[in-house]
């Protein structure tokens, strides 16, 4: 769904976008975890929790009703707290020489979960 014009499409569309940058930092993430037994696993795992965020928030904008739209953002939510879980492994495995990439992808995920456990919280409220 495309925004439209005003402020609420706006946030929508940043978000939008924001999740798909977290998604392209951490396919870079990814590419860069040496390829072994251990490293195909969890390189696996983390580019499906990472990249799912962005398309399952771009599904909630089509959401059916405002169930529906919650059901959407928690599946987001869920894949962002397994992502981190993830990337935490990464950084306490040491696959990386450097630890910044992956630091800077938790840290935008740590923002990320807190913006979606907010606006599932507004939305709940609203709910009801």
């Given at each position: 769904m495309y925004p439209e014009h005003g402020e609420d499409s706006d946030k929508r569309y940043d978000l939008e976008s924001r999740l798909i940058d977290f998604a392209v930092q951490i396919i870079d993430v990814v590419e860069?975890?040496?390829?072994?037994?251990?490293?195909?696993?969890?390189?696996?795992?983390?580019?499906?929790?990472?990249t799912s965020p962005a398309p399952n928030y771009a599904e909630s904008q089509s959401a059916e009703s405002r169930r529906d739209f919650i059901h959407k953002l928690?599946?987001?939510?869920?894949?962002l707290r397994e992502t981190k879980v993830w990337l935490e492994i990464v950084l306490r495995k040491s696959f990386y020489q450097t630890r910044s990439p992956v630091t800077d992808a938790s840290r935008e995920c740590d923002e990320l979960i807190r913006i979606f456990g907010k606006s599932i919280s507004t939305a709940e409220a609203k709910e009801q």
């Open positions: 860069e975890i040496p390829s072994s037994r251990a490293g195909n696993h969890i390189a696996g795992q983390l580019v499906r929790s990472g928690k599946i987001a939510f869920k894949e």
